[in-house]
């Protein structure tokens, strides 16, 4: 006699804004499948509560802040010199326990679309 069972996974939907919130660093950048390991990330991200990102750069120690919104998409919001605003729009997309996520530029064209960071504490 054979006895058998199914399983049924049960998918917890991810609340974006609570999942970026952490510090990460660049482990991979290129343009999707094709990437490239990054050995020394240039700095780290922190998404904090409130749509503050406060970039930390390795080399010169300094701190750098510019404001982010995330819904189905992350919306980054750069100051520039001229006080223009420069919005920088990417796709998410968490995995690994929410410990990695790949970010890929929506409506722009860069040298590499796709960006790989891993969560750091």
Not at 27 to 35: A, K, S, T, Y
Not at 78 to 88: A, G, H, K
């Amino acid at each position: 006699m054979f006895t058998f069972t199914r399983c049924t996974k049960v998918v917890i939907p991810l609340d974006l804004a609570e999942a970026i919130l952490g510090k990460w660093e660049l482990v991979e950048l290129g343009n999707w499948p094709n990437m490239n390991q990054i050995s020394e990330p240039p700095n780290y991200r922190e998404y904090l509560t409130g749509g503050l990102l406060r970039v930390y750069d390795y080399k010169s120690g300094d701190f750098y802040y510019q404001n982010y919104s995330i819904d189905t998409l992350l919306y980054e919001y750069v100051r520039l010199p001229n006080e223009s605003l420069l919005v920088v729009t990417y796709t998410c997309e968490f995995f690994d326990h929410t410990d990695k996520l790949r970010a890929d530029y929506v409506g722009i064209a860069g040298v590499f679309n796709t960006f790989i960071f891993k969560r750091i504490d």
